[in-house]
Structures are given as structure tokens and as C-alpha cells.
């Protein structure tokens, strides 16, 4: 690293004594050696420290784009010691789980989700994070690179997600083959991200062409439609594929667009293949039929108070549609033409004007599970796991009920179905309280003692007291 290049008050050794005053006497590089091995956090608290003090206008041109590739390469390494660190929580952990008395088939449970949370990433990213730190272990070469800083993240991600597939000794000479000398590593790291990946996929059918081809069966068996929204009010639809459809279904909707555009179509080619793949899919036109949804529409509890009862303040509505989110009033109002046009589905949820807070909902059926079921997802939004933010598959009882816990709203939380079955694991704590503003707090505690704390978003933004 190429310490005179940085701002010197991030990386000196006048910076680092503040967390531990032994150094303050010793060279920068000795210094920084000697936190991170004595104590690797206080050393990374005293980096950020540092770098938080950048000043650009105190450097040339020619220095700035010094200190921006150094901090690639310091950001690059740091994720490699983050691999590091996760291969020792795992290992810990498996330690403590088998030392428990844990079944083979469960050690390691909970630990992606650890590594998530430390990271404020969700739970499905600290699964990946740990998959690859466990799988660069083994490419020497590979991870040799990227403790220098040399190659990203993302790029030993692609590499390794080509390989992974393969045999023990077939992804080691795989490795040499891509980084086992000077040159072929500096070959790598000039290479962008999708370079680099089609050059471990060439190698790895080489090494296992049968493999290869049962590997690509079990893709094709994967194959699945995903969605998630997208900003404005849209909502992105992707499909996986096998080749031969993905590429028979764009040719499918081109030539849909070209033959409307050529008969005087005006709308955009984009336009016409995304109201035809809708045409198509659903039986009905995008342009002209309504769409049978269902709406909830979140309106303040004092809404229903007579004119004039509101705090002086216009009542506020949003609606949720199911499989999207959140849409705003005038959004809501068309919606709901079209689920009363339809028979579609359109309820009533009532929450506190104060906090923004669900406190009640009214629905045609009756059931309470359900309608409990239905309040907290609604209140919840997603996944109450921090960071998280996949879908609710799961209600759950914080305090589960063979503790004695209540089916309750004040028990309860909305869960993806991975984040419920991690809970499960021994070492894995939660507790409910209520703010003093009547939010509701959920309070998890991981096996290392480490608590986080999650609360549901506001229905509706909080309205103001009055004065």
C-alpha cells in the first residue's frame, strides 16, 4: 500500500493512538500492523475514523486519483478479511453447536444470518458471504489476489460461482490455471468481472465437460419468474430461462412490436412487447380492461370521526396492493374502480393518526387467525428481520408459543420463511416491547450475544400534534 499517497491524518499513527496510545511512537506501518493483529476492530474503527476526515480540496488532481485507486485496493483487501473473519465465525460457531450435542445435519444453522446482520445486509447475502469465503479457502491463487487488493468481491464471486460445481482438485487447477504464476494473475486482474467469469467457465468445462452438461440440465430444472417493485409505481418482472425460450420469447414480442409499429401503432416498441407479454399472459388488454387486484386502502382511525375531528388536518389514505407495496392516493382511487368493476378485493385498515401506527382492520370475513394473519403482514410490510426486506411467507410468535407466548399482535411478526427457520437454531433470542409512542420493537439477540432492533414502518407518516 502506498501510504504517503492518502491524507496523512487518516492512515498515521498519531490517527491510530487515539485508540491505543502504545503506538504512538512506532512507524505508520508498523503501527497498523500491530492493531490489526492485537485488535482487528479497534483498527478498523480507527481507518473509518480516518478516512472520514478526507479532504479533496487540500490535494491535485493526480493525488485524488491516487487515493481513489488505494481505496480500491483497501476496500478490496478489507473484503477478503471479511472472508477471513466469516470462516472463523463459522468455524466457532460449528465448534459451539457440536460441542451442544447438535446433529451433523444442522451445524452451521443461523451463521449466514449472524454474518447478514453484522454486515446490515440481508439474510440471503450473509448465506452467499459465508458460501464464498468457505469456497476461496481452497484457491490459494485466487485468494491470495484478493487479499492484496488486486481483484473485487464481485469479480471472486463470478470466478468461483463458475467452478464451484466442480471436484476439489479440478477447481485447484482451475485456480492455477488462472492466477498460478505472475503473469497469468496479472492476466486476471486486468480482465473485467464477465472476462473473468467466462474464462473460469471455459476452464471448468474443459476440466468436466459430462459435469458441464449436467450442470446445465439442472439449470434449465431451475428455471422460475421473480418480481420486485421498481420506483414510480412499476414493478419489474424477470424470468430465468433455458436459452431456447428466452430467446423465443423476445423474438416473439419484437416481431409483435414491428408488425404494430408498421400498421401505426404509436406507442414505442418497448411499449407494445410489454402490453403484449401482459396480453398474453393474463388473456386481457393492458390499454382497456381493468385489473382484478386486491386493495387495501390505510386510512387514520379518526377518519371515521365526523368533519371537523380531525386535528384540523385532512384525513390521509394510501393503498397496498398485494404482490407490490405501498401506491399513492390517486393511484389507489383507479384501483379501486377496477377491484369494485372486477369483484375484486378492496378492505379497510385503520391506523393511529398519531404514530402511523395499524391498529385494526375491517374485512367481509371473520376469522380472527386470518384477519390477525392479514394485520400483521400489513403492518410489518416485509420480512421483520433488519435488513432483510424479502417478502412475508411466515406469522410468527416472537416468544414462540410452546414458551407460553400469545397469538397476539404484540407477539406476532412477519417473516420470510428463511429468517423463521433460522430463529429456530439455538443461541437465537427475541423479545417484544412497545415504544412510548406505541411503536412496536422487536428485539433479537444472535447466538454471540449481538442485539438488533426492528420496528414495523409507519402505515401513514405520522401527523403532527396539534398546537
Known amino acids: 500500500m502506498v501510504l504517503h499517497r492518502f491524507p496523512r491524518k487518516a492512515f498515521s499513527a498519531y490517527s491510530l493512538s487515539v485508540v491505543d496510545p502504545r503506538i504512538e511512537h512506532m512507524s ?5 500492523e500491530a492493531l490489526v493483529r492485537d485488535d482487528p476492530v479497534a483498527a478498523a474503527r480507527a481507518f473509518a475514523r480516518g478516512l472520514a476526515d478526507l479532504a479533496p480540496e487540500s490535494f491535485c488532481e493526480t493525488d ?3 487515493v481513489l485507486g488505494e481505496l480500491e485496493t483497501l476496500k478490496c483487501a478489507a473484503e477478503s478479511a471479511q472472508a477471513v473473519a466469516t470462516r472463523g465465525v463459522y468455524a466457532a460457531a460449528v465448534a459451539r453447536q457440536r460441542a451442544a450435542g447438535w446433529r451433523s445435519s444442522r451445524l452451521g444453522q443461523g451463521v449466514g444470518h449472524q454474518v447478514a446482520l453484522a454486515r446490515r445486509e440481508p439474510p440471503s447475502r450473509g448465506s452467499t458471504h459465508l458460501g464464498l469465503a468457505r469456497e ?7 485468494a ?6 488486486r481483484v473485487s468481491e464481485r469479480k471472486v464471486s463470478l470466478i468461483v460461482g463458475r467452478i464451484v460445481w466442480l471436484d476439489a482438485d479440478d477447481r485447484r487447477g482451475v485456480d492455477a490455471q488462472l492466477a498460478g504464476d505472475p503473469e497469468r494473475a496479472e492476466r486476471l486482474c486486468q480482465m473485467n468481472d464477465w472476462q473473468a467469469r467466462g474464462a473460469a467457465e471455459a476452464l471448468a468445462c474443459a476440466a468436466d465437460p459430462a459435469g458441464a452438461v449436467r450442470r446445465r440440465a439442472a439449470a434449465e430444472a431451475d428455471r422460475h419468474v421473480t418480481s420486485r417493485p421498481a420506483p414510480d409505481t412499476m414493478m419489474r418482472l424477470s424470468a430465468l430461462l433455458p436459452v431456447k425460450d428466452g430467446v423465443a420469447l423476445i423474438a416473439a414480442l419484437r416481431l409483435a412490436a414491428d408488425q404494430a409499429r408498421a400498421a401505426g401503432d404509436d406507442r414505442t416498441r418497448g411499449q407494445v412487447m410489454a402490453d403484449t407479454l401482459v396480453g398474453r399472459v393474463t388473456g386481457r388488454d393492458p390499454l382497456t380492461d381493468p385489473a382484478p387486484v386486491t386493495v387495501d386502502v390505510t386510512v387514520p382511525l379518526d377518519a371515521l370521526l365526523p368533519d371537523g375531528s380531525h386535528d384540523g388536518q385532512a384525513p ?3 393503498g397496498w396492493v398485494d404482490g ?3 401506491v399513492p392516493a390517486d393511484l389507489t382511487r383507479s384501483l379501486v374502480a377496477d377491484a369494485v368493476e372486477t369483484l375484486g378485493v378492496f378492505r379497510r385498515v385503520f391506523t393511529d393518526p398519531a404514530t402511523g ?4 382492520m375491517e374485512s367481509a370475513a371473520r376469522r380472527f387467525p386470518a384477519l390477525l394473519a392479514l394485520l400483521l403482514r400489513r403492518r410489518d410490510t416485509y420480512c421483520r428481520t433488519p435488513w432483510c426486506g424479502a417478502p412475508i411467507r411466515h406469522t410468527d410468535h416472537v416468544l414462540p408459543a410452546e414458551e407460553g407466548g400469545p397469538t397476539s399482535a404484540d407477539n406476532g411478526q412477519g417473516l420470510c420463511e428463511a429468517c423463521n427457520y433460522a430463529k429456530q437454531a439455538p443461541g437465537w433470542r427475541s423479545k417484544t416491547r412497545t415504544d412510548p409512542d406505541g411503536t412496536h420493537v422487536v428485539e433479537t439477540t444472535t447466538p454471540t450475544g449481538h442485539t438488533h432492533e426492528t420496528r414495523p414502518p409507519p402505515a401513514h407518516p405520522p401527523r403532527s400534534p396539534r398546537e
Open 64 to 66: 485524488l486519483v491516487d
Open 316 to 318: 390521509h389514505a394510501f
Open 357 to 360: 401506527q395499524l391498529v385494526a
Open 136 to 142: 476461496v479457502a481452497a484457491l490459494p491463487h485466487l
Open 28 to 32: 505508520e506501518s508498523l503501527a497498523i
Open 324 to 326: 407490490y407495496g405501498e
Open 144 to 149: 491470495g489476489l484478493w487479499a492484496a487488493g
